[in-house]
């Protein structure tokens, strides 16, 4: 298809969807609605261009760490080695045969490299090879060319290259001379790879499952058209590989649709400092518009500041201006700066010695050091502080690891009030936070509490994920089972009266 005739489609795609796309002055290419969204409705969805699992070359003697190619699964020992270039996983014939058009030009190419190379095969660097296979094929009309599949959206697509500093552009053009290494193309623009590897780092989406678990990466050069907002009215989820693109608030007609880049837990400095870091721009979104303003204030206190001096007291601690510590917004009480600084450090102590990533057999002590971080954490933070969340998070992990259901349930019961703070009440990790407590509770016979719990994931996630995936069939089947044992425990409670 020629260039003009694609755009035709383009457009013609975009308004059999009521959407448009506008050049606006600072964002450039943003996506908007012609007609209003409902919250939970499918705006958007689009295969990727191409994409890879999160595999490690590094880990090449087990297969534990590795997805399959076509499906990302990890079939734990199941999957086999592509015997062609000993770098790619498949789960079976199928997902090999389906590959196979692309990858066996990649096969070729990676079994020319030696051992050692393969080894910085990252998904990232291999990424950037399918991206250039695929257009070779569409170029050479093995492979189709359709209106949301073909290279001319990766080209529109926005780098910053002006922005990259020397020592990350030192890092693109290594990263370049590799994949030409791999692809030996004979007029190959080194800048140019260099100049999508920019590409990737700001447009390249994380493909996650539906737990949001990341699994691989992949390029989706329309939804990339839609700009953040640190309070977006959209969300992106994957069914699989394929992007969607949900309203998760009412969108008007002509208002621009809108996800998130980041985390959008965090204050304002925090949220702009890493769109800074990744996507090279300022965010000027309705939310960080309001940097300074007395709610924003509160909010980066709550999210990241200490707790009162008074235990019982939920105010919020500003810096005093005599600059003797910090002074809680609702009784005054003053927090003397050695009294948090001695805390902090002695969190910092404690957390030095605390494993990321513990391993089977220290799993224990890994959870009695995070116990003791938590505590500590506790007297020193905001009860609504992420960095407490985030110590939370890791022990309900933990606990779920060593199958401590018990403690596993009261931690979640503890997150999931800071969830509600400091997400917006339609977020997913709401929802799955839910779902997991519903999960403990009826586990652990806590029936009615199960399908209370189950009922709110269920609320949430259906605006998120939608209804008819397998992930949310399960929930919904769980839901049933559920409420079907809650009715028959009260009809045996009314019996047992009478
Ligand atoms: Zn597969
Ligand atoms: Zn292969
Ligand atoms: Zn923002
Ligand atoms: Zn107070």
């Known amino acids: 298809m020629e260039e003009a005739s694609l755009m035709a489609d383009l457009e013609r795609f975009l308004e059999d969807r009521c959407l448009s796309v506008l050049n606006l002055p600072q964002k450039g290419r943003s996506l908007f609605a012609t007609r209003g969204f409902r919250p939970g409705e499918v705006i958007l969805s689009q295969k990727p261009y191409i994409c890879v699992p999160n595999n490690n070359n590094n880990n090449t003697s087990s297969s534990s760490e590795s997805r399959c190619d076509g499906c990302f699964k990890t079939n734990d020992n199941n999957l086999k080695r592509c015997s062609g270039c000993q770098v790619v996983w498949y789960c079976g014939s199928s997902c090999q045969k389906s590959e196979w058009k692309l990858h066996r030009h990649e096969c070729k190419a990676l079994s020319t490299l030696d051992k050692e190379k393969r080894k910085f095969v990252t998904p990232t660097i291999r990424l950037m090879v399918k991206l250039y296979i695929k257009r070779n094929l569409q170029n050479e009309k093995v492979l189709p ?35 030409n290494l791999i692809l030996q ?9 260099a100049e999508n590897f920019s590409k990737f780092s700001c447009n390249a989406h994380t493909i996650c499952d539906s737990e949001l678990r990341p699994q691989g990466i992949g390029l989706f050069p329309f939804v990339s058209i839609i700009n953040h907002s640190c309070s977006p009215n959209a969300i992106l989820v994957f069914e ?8 998760i608030d009412k969108i008007p007609k002509d208002s621009e649709i809108t996800i998130s880049y980041i985390e959008t837990a965090g204050s304002t400095l925090t949220r702009q400092k890493s769109l800074k870091e990744q996507y090279l721009f300022h965010c000027q979104c309705a939310r960080c518009n309001n940097f300074g303003k007395p709610h924003d204030i509160e909010e980066s206190a709550i999210l990241e500041g200490y707790r009162c001096a008074d235990e019982k007291c939920t105010g919020f601690l500003l810096r005093d201006p005599e ?11 003053l927090r003397s700066k050695e009294e948090v ?9 404690v957390s030095e010695n605390a494993p990321a990533s513990p391993s089977a057999e220290n799993k224990q002590g890994a959870i009695e050091l995070y116990k003791t971080i938590e505590k500590l954490q506790v007297t020193l933070y905001n009860s609504f502080s992420i960095t407490l969340m985030r110590t939370r998070e890791k022990l309900l992990k933990m606990l779920m690891d060593v199958e401590s259901w018990r403690e596993a349930l009261n931690y979640c019961r503890l997150i999931v009030p800071v969830y509600q703070r400091v997400y917006p009440a339609t977020h997913p990790l709401i929802g ?20 209370s719990s189950l009922t709110k994931a269920f609320d949430v996630l259906r605006i998120s994920h939608g209804t008819s995936t397998p992930f949310m069939k399960e929930l919904s089947a769980k839901l049933e089972e559920a409420r079907a044992e809650a009715s028959y425990i009260d009809r045996q409670t009314y019996n047992d009266d009478n």
């Not at 193309?185 to 790879?193: A, Q, T, Y």
């Open 240 to 247: 699989e590989q394929m992007a969607v693109v949900r309203a």
């Open 341 to 349: 600084k001695k805390l902090a450090s002695e969190v910092k102590r």
């Open 145 to 179: 060319v359709t209106t949301t599949d073909n290279y001319s959206l990766v080209e529109a697509l926005v780098s910053h290259m002006s922005e990259i500093d020397e020592k990350q552009m030192l890092l693109y053009a290594q990263m370049a001379n590799l994949v």
């Open 185 to 193: 193309l004979p007029s190959v623009d080194l800048r140019e790879i």
């Open 323 to 333: 600059e003797k510590g910090f002074v809680c917004q609702k009784c005054l009480l």
């Open 432 to 451: 799955l936070q839910f779902y997991t407590q519903g999960k403990l509770e009826w586990l652990l016979g806590e029936t009615k509490e199960a399908v």
